[in-house]
């Protein structure tokens, strides 16, 4: 993946801009796509040169529902999304989507980085997420998939046992 600079990407909205040229063709000179292109476009008419501005955020959890919540209202997809909430990749949207289908909104909640040390607060922390982890929700989960889980083995075993019983009758003819 070519690494793109500041310059180049304003060269390439302002040269769109004029009209002299179509996304294709700046994507083809510049040895990218089209889409790249546009994007680039798009979230310069939405914030600016300051969309290009290298920024590492951690983004709140009630910001990132604000994000999906967004999608679902409009509609609108994790490229146009990343565009009009100045997001630098839409991947990460997708991953908020798949982490709060999963886990709802605790899943959203930015996790801390680096090792932590085990004390007495760390301690009753994560005796409050194995309380957590006990909710309604997450015993129904768990039920469901203990439940699909027993139903596949039962299923498993009349599959062999059927298969030893058709090689009992092949033995005795």
Known sequence: MVKFTLEDKINAIELYLSGKESYESIGQSLKTDGITIMEWVKRYKYHGIAAFRKSYTSYSAQFKLDVLNYMNEHGASSRE??????????????????????????????????RTTMNKENKNSTKKQLLAEGS??????????????????????????????????????
Do not use: C, D
């Open 81 to 114: 999304a990343a565009v009009i909430f100045n997001i630098p990749s839409a991947g990460n949207i997708r991953k908020w989507h798949r982490l709060y289908e999963i886990g709802g909104m605790m899943a959203l909640e930015p996790k801390s980085k680096g």
């Open 136 to 173: 309604v929700e997450a015993l129904q989960a768990e039920l469901e998939y203990l439940r699909m889980k027993n139903a596949y083995l039962k299923k498993l075993n009349a599959l062999v046992q059927e298969k030893e019983a058709l090689h009992q009758k092949t033995k005795r003819k």
